[in-house]
């Protein structure tokens, strides 16, 4: 009678060890084939709800002027729309008030010796009436400058009143001075030799007005990069990145400075991705985006992408009222787009100074690094298309991970 078979410990250990070396044999054949076949999959069509929320610098068409003042009075509201030949600002010279004090001080000096020279010669010790009618309206007008001062009047009118009651006393003193005997005049002539040599000195006689030159909105606030940011084509990373640090736009407090936005219709939106990033735009394309405190939605169109290590620069061109954005130069935007197109996953895509590249099958059977636009991506997919116009993807094209990617 024949024995049946008897399983033993040995047995079930050389059963254990054969399967352990099948399994690690097809994870090897496996990792093997992805070695060779790098990861490999097919370019697909998808949409994909995208957005890109970042820091821009707003550039405008604008002209900038500064003017030399120790005081202003501006003639018109903040984002006014001027004319060519429009008044814009009255300018008042430095040391304007002083030279003021300084005549009206001499002058009153000068008028007091002439009124006793002329009581000396008349013996009367009364003034002519000529000569108390131009006191009755220089004490008028220095009771409209004190008004004006209290806030009753506005900084133009206060000039204008100060320049009348400088040419009142003038004439007094002509009056007063022809009334005199020769030798009272050769007594106060010296006197009024001085007091005209001060007048001659007077840099302005009156306050200057500032017209505009162009037609536009105007603005009397500047950050001094008008600039640096008037070509778009000259746009870069470092300059974008610098006025992002520091976006702050202040009055000029030493010189009078306004601009004229010539181009009301337009302005451009700068602003820097990261050059190892798929939140990316694709030039040509138009997206939808908000600004961050400006009501309602825009449409920009992206009109230049420059790659550098450093960072990509996107502009966009913005057809709209450029007035809401007006008086600041870094905004907080919102972009979205539905992308639609061929996707890959974001670790299929490789970057080299901020260019983005796949590694696509070619028709030799090898994979040929190709350099890419991103339209959009949510994080795990973008949506792509070649940057050369003669290399075509397609949907069932060879895509792999980059090899230095490989795990």
Not at 37 to 60: F, H, M, S
Request: charged residues 25%; negative net charge; glycine residues 6%.
């Amino acid at each position: 009678m024949e024995r049946g078979f008897r399983a033993t410990k040995r047995f079930y250990l050389l059963l254990l060890i054969s399967a352990v070396l099948l399994v690690l044999f097809v994870v090897g054949a496996i990792y093997l084939m992805n070695r060779v076949t790098g990861n490999v999959r097919k370019l697909e069509q998808l949409t994909l709800y995208t957005e890109v929320e970042c820091e821009a610098v707003v550039v405008r068409s604008e002209r900038l002027y500064t003017e030399s003042a120790s005081e202003s009075h501006i003639l018109l509201k903040e984002g006014a729309l001027v004319s060519e030949g429009d008044p814009i600002a009255v300018l008042f010279p430095y040391s304007y008030e002083s030279q003021i004090a300084a005549i009206c001080t001499r002058e009153a000096a000068v008028y007091t010796r002439l009124q006793s020279l002329l009581r000396s010669d008349s013996g009367t010790g009364a003034l002519p009436s000529e000569v108390l009618q131009y006191n009755d309206q220089i004490d008028a007008v220095s009771r409209d400058m004190r008004a004006s001062a209290a806030g009753e009047g506005d900084r133009v009118s206060y000039a204008a009143l100060e320049l009348r009651l400088v040419r009142l006393q003038e004439e007094r003193r002509n009056v007063m001075f022809n009334k005199l005997s020769d030798t009272s005049k050769e007594m106060v002539r010296q006197s009024i030799a001085d007091l005209d040599e001060l007048k001659k000195n007077f840099e302005t006689g009156s306050a200057r007005t500032i017209t505009s030159e162009y037609n536009g909105y105007v603005s009397f606030y500047s950050d001094a990069n008008e600039d640096n940011l008037r070509d778009v084509s000259q746009l870069t990373v470092p300059l974008i990145k610098r006025i992002l640090n520091a976006p702050s736009i202040s009055m000029d407090n030493e010189n009078f400075s306004y601009r004229i936005v010539t181009d009301r219709s337009k302005f451009y939106l700068a602003f820097v991705q990261s050059g190892k990033s798929a939140d990316r735009l694709m030039p040509g394309l138009t997206y939808y985006f908000t600004i961050k405190g400006v009501q309602g939605a825009y449409q920009g169109r992206i009109i230049n992408e420059r790659d550098t290590a450093q960072g990509v620069l996107y502009v966009m061109q913005v057809d709209a009222d450029v007035l809401p954005v007006l008086t600041t130069r870094v905004v907080e935007i919102s972009v979205q787009n539905n992308a639609t197109g061929l996707y890959v996953p974001v670790k299929y895509l490789q970057y080299t100074d901020g260019v983005p590249y796949i590694y696509a099958k070619s028709t030799d059977g090898s994979f040929q690094k190709v350099a890419v636009y991103i339209a959009g991506s949510d994080g795990d997919n973008a949506i792509i298309s070649a940057r050369d116009s003669n290399i075509s993807l397609f949907a069932g094209l060879k895509v792999r991970i980059p090899p230095d990617e490989e795990e």
